[in-house]
C-alpha cells in the first residue's frame, strides 16, 4: 500500500466520520476531525521543511496519539518514515539514524 493510498483512506474516514472517535489512548481520546486537523498542522510544518517524496523521516515515540499524528503527517507529507523505540539503545539509535540519512527525527 502506498503512502498516497493509506491518506486517502485515512481522509474518506475523516469525511465520512468527522465527529467520531479515531483514537482512545487511556482516558484520552480524539475525534477524526481533530486528528486530522493535528496531522495537517505537522505535514504543511515537515514540507516548509524541505520534506519531499523519498524522504525519510525518523520517528522515535512511543504506541500513542502523537505516534498516530507524526506517522500520518509524515505520509502525508510525501515522505516516508521509520519508527525508532525510545527505548532502544544510543547507539543503536544512532545507526539508525545514520543508515536512513534522515534529515530530521521526529521525537
Known amino acids: 500500500m502506498t ?3 493509506i491518506v486517502s483512506i485515512f481522509e474518506e474516514q475523516v469525511k465520512k466520520f468527522p465527529f467520531s472517535i479515531a483514537i482512545i489512548e487511556g482516558n484520552a481520546s480524539i475525534s477524526y476531525r481533530e486528528l486530522n486537523k493535528s496531522v495537517n498542522r505537522l505535514a504543511h510544518y515537515l514540507i516548509s521543511r524541505g ?3 523519498e524522504t525519510i523521516i525518523c520517528l522515535s515515540a512511543e504506541r ?5 499524528i507524526g506517522a500520518l503527517a509524515i505520509l502525508k507529507s510525501g515522505a516516508s518514515y521509520c519508527p525508532i523505540d525510545p527505548n532502544y539503545p544510543l547507539e543503536r539509535i544512532n545507526l539508525i539514524i545514520e543508515d536512513t540519512h534522515t534529515p530530521m527525527v521526529l521525537c
Not at 64 to 68: K, Q, T
Open 51 to 53: 520534506v519531499q517524496t
Open 64 to 68: 500513542s496519539i502523537d505516534f498516530i
Open 3 to 5: 503512502n498516497k493510498n
